[in-house]
Structures are given as C-alpha cells and as structure tokens.
C-alpha cells in the first residue's frame, strides 16, 4: 500500500504569526515546511522548519522556484505592509496554478480618546507633521525614512530592530529595540523624549500596539498610515488558526 506524498507549503515570513503557523505545521509528517525570510532583518527570528533567506528575483522567480520546489500551497504572512512582495506571490501563484492565502493579523481600530490621523503613505504622514508637533517619536521602521527628511524643524526618535541608512531625517536619535513593549516602558519613553506627536503604520496586533495606549493617555496626535489591501482574488485569513483550517481544506 503506497502512502499520501509529503506535501510542501511555503511560508513567506518574517511576522509572529508566521513563526507561529511555521511550529504549528512543522511536526506533521505529511508536510515539508519551508519559511521565506526577506533577508532585510540582520538576525531574524527563526521559524521552526527549513529556512530559506533571501529574495526570489520577483514573480517570474517566484514562479520558478514554486514549479521547482513542488509547492502544493503558499502562504504569504508577511508583514502586511509588505506590499511588493506580496504582489509577487500574487502573481507567481496564479502562473503555476498554486493555492494562496494571505494570513493579515486584523488592523488597529481607534478607539474614545484617541486622536488619529490617517495617511495613506508615508510621504503623506510627513506633510500632515508640521501641523501637529515638533518632536516625533517615529516608528514606521528603518525603511522609508527618506519621506522625512526633508522636515528640518522635527526632530525624530527613531524607533528600529537594525540602524536605518540615509537619507534619514536631519534631526534624529536611533534606538534600537525589538517588540514586544510595555505600556509603562512606552509612556516612560515619550515623558523622557518630550514626544508631541506619534507616527506609526496600521501593522496591527499587540506586540507593539502599547504606545497606542501610551499616546492616548498622553493626549498626543497619532498619525497612522493606512495598509495596502491584500491583492485582488486572494483569499485572507486573520490568525493562523485560520490558516491551517484553510491550508488542510486545500491540501484534502
């Protein structure tokens, strides 16, 4: 009697939510895992399973390693402002006719309090800053910092896991932390920076939602830039107990 083949996922990573799909699945002896990490991040945090570091050469690279690989489906838990990327598997799924879902952890809602500012980009939330503060506390990480470096009257307080390269805001300290982050640690950070005004992206969950709750008690504007929806006809599931639900509908 011949046994079921192993069948092989693939995760494109780098969130918690993938690592934590990536352990849920790695124990199955039906399955071969292996997570995709970008690369941008110097010591990333290992899923469980096969790692594999680096890009993929866009979709038509994408493609290739999927048809070369014998991925029977494909999960894109990438960080949800990971846009191109997640264009990519978009496209290089539908090409070799491989399952996809997008795992997006649910956004951040405001909530009595709060006083947002939505920006659909970057290069928005740095023309909205000059009206609201002087003294930023600005968390979108170490990519993008280009869109505020023309603001000279700002200074910053620049919050990333690797130390960000030019162009970068004219007036900035860098500190370099990871996730996840007190309430109490937060609010002591903006009392001790004089932090006016916060700017952060709509990443969602709860690992570094506290200086959402730190800049509500503090009465300060909260400049949010707005996520790229997911791409069109892709499936998405919010947590990845979602996710395996699906992904053992789609490999049955």
């Known amino acids: 009697m011949n046994s079921a083949p192993v069948r092989h996922v693939l995760i494109l990573g780098g969130t918690t939510e993938a690592r934590r799909l990536a352990e849920e699945l790695a124990d199955d002896p039906a399955l071969r895992v292996t997570s995709s990490l970008a690369g941008r991040v110097a010591q990333p945090r290992l899923p469980a399973g096969q790692v594999r570091i680096g890009g993929f050469g866009g979709p038509e690279g994408m493609a290739r390693w999927l048809r070369e690989q014998h991925v029977d489906a494909l999960i894109d838990a990438t960080h949800p402002f990971a846009g191109t990327i997640s264009l990519n598997a978009a496209r290089a799924a539908a090409d070799v006719h491989v399952p996809l879902l997008a795992l997006r952890r649910p956004g951040w809602v405001p909530g009595p309090g709060d006083r947002w500012h939505w920006a659909g980009s970057l290069d928005e939330a740095a023309r ?113 107990a979602a996710a395996l639900a699906w992904l053992r509908a789609t490999l049955s």
């Open 128 to 240: 909205l800053l000059p009206a609201l503060g002087r003294r930023i506390f600005l968390t979108t990480g170490r990519m993008g910092l280009a869109a505020f470096a023309q603001l000279t009257e700002q200074w910053f307080l620049v919050r990333s896991v690797d130390a960000p390269e030019p162009p970068t805001p004219p007036h900035m300290e860098v500190l370099l932390d990871r996730g996840p982050f007190t309430m109490e640690r937060e609010a002591e950070l903006l009392r001790r920076h004089r932090i006016d005004t916060l700017v952060t992206k709509d990443s969602g969950a709860g690992a570094t939602a506290a200086k959402l709750t730190a800049a509500r008690e503090a009465g300060l504007p909260v400049v949010v830039v707005r996520r790229p929806a997911a791409p069109d006809g892709v499936s998405v599931a919010p947590d990845p």
